[in-house]
């Protein structure tokens, strides 16, 4: 399976015009298509009614009606994320989904990567699609910590091959570091480092070793921690905090575009 993806663009990337303006926080797909079409987009002083027209969001000057202005400052949140929740904006079996629990925001933000619905834990979602692809590559190696409870004992052996690399579904995994908190016969507990992000990764690593994983949290990002964070809660991530979490993270300023 691929790296962890939100399936947008990385930053420096052509997109079309519609979705430049949607990468830069400043309209909706939808809205954005609405404006093009009606003369009142200029891409680099031409007016253009292409919404497909391929730009570069980073490196062109585009104005609607004449006017200009910078991007809104980013948003970014993190929330605690229970079990049994999904990570999308809607699910066609009506399970719940983050987005039911963001009550009082009134701020469309994206999700940074995903938990999967037995998964629960620190979930970041932003509205600087340049952080969250950042934060995505897994050329960033920005480490996450897992707390993980298995079915059995976990050996030396174990940690030691889930650290030095194991063969899933075609893939070399490893994790990047591995505590051992308590092993039985029944159960083992652990705190797992990833730095990669790979689709259901600590899962598929402890099943290349024979154990099913039957409780998976988790509980770090970067330098960012869920702390005391509630299950189903979430808070604003001051920007001076973001900086100190992810000081590796250098955000390009964005073309000037502005709306009316």
Request: aromatic letters at 4%.
């Amino acid at each position: 399976m691929p790296p962890e993806s939100s399936g947008r663009p990385p930053a420096g990337a052509t997109v079309t015009l519609e979705r430049a303006l949607s990468k830069l926080g400043l309209a909706s797909r939808a809205d954005a298509r609405r404006l093009i079409e009606a003369g009142r987009v200029a891409v680099d002083g031409g007016v253009t009614t292409d919404p497909l027209k391929a730009v570069v969001p980073e490196r062109v000057h585009v104005t609607v009606d004449g006017r200009h202005r910078e991007p809104p400052a980013p948003l970014t949140i993190a929330l605690h994320k229970p079990r049994g929740v999904v990570t999308t904006a809607s699910d066609p079996e009506g399970r719940p989904t983050i987005y039911d629990l963001l009550d009082g925001l009134d701020t469309r933000v994206i999700p940074v990567g995903r938990l999967d619905l037995a998964t629960s834990g620190l979930l970041l979602l932003t509205t600087d699609t340049q952080f969250a692809d950042w934060l995505t590559d897994p050329r960033s190696h920005v480490p996450k910590v897992y707390l993980v409870t298995v079915r059995g004992r976990v050996s030396e052996d174990d940690v030691a091959r889930l650290m030095s690399g194991v063969e899933s579904r075609g893939e070399r995994l490893a994790a990047a570091e591995v505590v051992l908190r308590k092993a039985s016969a029944k159960e083992s507990h652990l705190v797992v480092t990833l730095t990669e992000g790979r689709n259901r990764e600590v899962r598929r690593l402890f099943l290349a070793v024979g154990h099913e994983v039957t409780r998976l949290r988790r509980v770090q990002i970067g330098g960012l921690a869920i702390g005391d964070l509630a299950p189903r809660a979430w808070r604003v991530v001051e920007p001076g905090e973001l900086q100190r979490a992810f000081p590796g993270y250098r955000r390009r300023r964005a073309a000037s575009v502005g709306l009316r």
